[in-house]
DNA sequence: CATGAAAAGAACTCCTT
DNA sequence: AAGGAGTTCTTTTCATG
């Protein structure tokens, strides 16, 4: 991971369709030596994928929640993620250091679904307490930060 | 918007690097044909860019942590806003209809590093109160949702 | 709005340094 | 780890139904 992969890993995630070429370009390298790379870079867990970005609500999921979630002193939390995971409104899930174990965000069409879905989260063994809070707008969302430079090791070469 | 569109934003959210060829095989057209339902579905802000997916972990972002943030009932949100964007630490930032008027996301290298970060947002004029959480484990992120298929109107066309 | 053909460019593999 | 050459595939444009 040298300042090279760096620029790389930088202008793929502000454009994840650059093209090799273009890449090779920028980063003055061919393109068979920057396509070595990135397959490294993945390989190495480091680019985990590529993803369209999409406009939520052009796609008919207006609605952004996050919701806190209490679990009982005694729950199961393997099982617990599990059925989080299942729900497939569920966009993302953290485990959290308070009260509110974890905080999930979801995305749904109409206030009829949040209530449902609310209802089925709350509805899971071991959840004790939901709490939800509608976005009323999403400022920014997945904005890419520059790569620090002071590196850190990320296992196999 | 019809269900090859649909079809074709699903793929392209599963993997951005999808091939306009690939992508013609999957929905039963030529690439030409994918090719121009795409560039519509960008003009009209549907699909809004393509991003590397990236492990923070592995370029040094290894500390997530949620930030709620109260302001002053006098705050001018457009000053709060403005300052906070011009913080890269911060991945993303929702508008919520709480007490805790927003949600921010931030990574960052190091322990020290969050504690800067929290004393320059608690010192944005109009920011009253900060609540720190720290997420111990990132379940899942950004995992895209299926569209939904009682569609919404978008716009322009 | 989709197709087919044709030209340009990119990706991928192999091989050399 | 990078560059060069050659092959294959994709992208892109354009004319047509």
């Known amino acids: 991971m040298d300042e090279i992969d760096r620029t790389i890993v930088n202008l793929l ?3 994840g369709r650059t093209s090799y070429a273009e890449l090779a370009r920028r980063v003055g390298l061919t393109a068979p030596s ?4 990135v397959a490294k870079l993945e390989k190495n867990g480091v680019i985990t ?6 406009d939520p609500e052009a796609i ?3 609605i952004t929640a ?6 009982d002193s005694s729950a199961d939390h393997l099982a617990i993620c599990d059925k989080l995971g299942a729900i497939e409104q569920i966009e993302s899930c953290y485990f ?3 009260v509110e174990c974890y905080q ?17 989260v709350a509805g ?5 307490q939901t709490r939800t809070t509608i976005t009323l707008s999403t400022k920014w969302e997945d904005r890419p930060q520059p790569i620090p430079t002071g590196e850190v090791e990320h296992g196999v070469d």
């Open 13 to 15: 995630r502000a454009d």
């Open 49 to 54: 994928g590529y993803q369209a970005v999409v």
């Open 60 to 62: 008919g999921l207006g």
């Open 96 to 98: 959290l250091a308070g």
């Open 34 to 37: 920057v396509q070595d790379r």
């Open 104 to 120: 999930i965000k979801v995305r749904v069409p109409k206030m009829a679904d949040l209530e449902q879905l609310i209802h089925r």
């Open 124 to 128: 899971i063994g071991g959840v004790a």
């Open 66 to 71: 996050l919701i806190g979630i209490i679990p």
